[in-house]
């Protein structure tokens, strides 16, 4: 199982970035997947849930009415939409497979004026 993410980078508050997270070693339709960010000091929370078929999709509260969360499976690919972004949503963002806990190796995300 591998993941690889990408996308990240320096953006302004109220900008918007695209991550990706490319799959390989299982079969992407069978598992549900999700997006976790991990900030300086403080534990890694979870950010999007989607199913394996992406016909549901969860968010957190801090995050809900902002990001989006979809999939690609003919591509093995999951992506995180994050529009109005605020300085408190700096982190490293983390692609992951619960079934296998399975993780990717992050993407930095830094939002500052």
């Known amino acids: 199982v591998h993941l690889v993410e990408s996308g990240g980078g320096l953006v302004q508050p109220g900008g918007s970035l695209r991550l990706s997270c490319v799959t390989a070693?299982?079969?992407?339709?069978?598992?549900?997947m999700n997006w976790y960010r991990q900030a300086p000091g403080k534990e890694r929370e979870l950010v999007a849930r989607i199913s394996n078929t992406g016909g549901s999709m969860s968010y957190a509260d801090s995050v809900k009415g902002r990001f989006t969360i979809s999939r690609d499976n003919a591509k093995n690919t999951l992506y995180l939409k994050m529009n109005s972004l605020k300085p408190e949503d700096t982190a490293v963002y983390y692609c992951?497979?619960?079934?296998?806990?399975?993780w990717g190796q992050g993407t930095q995300v830094t939002v500052s004026s």
């Open positions: 070693g299982f079969t992407n339709s069978t598992y549900h």
């Open positions: 992951h497979v619960r079934f296998f806990d399975a």
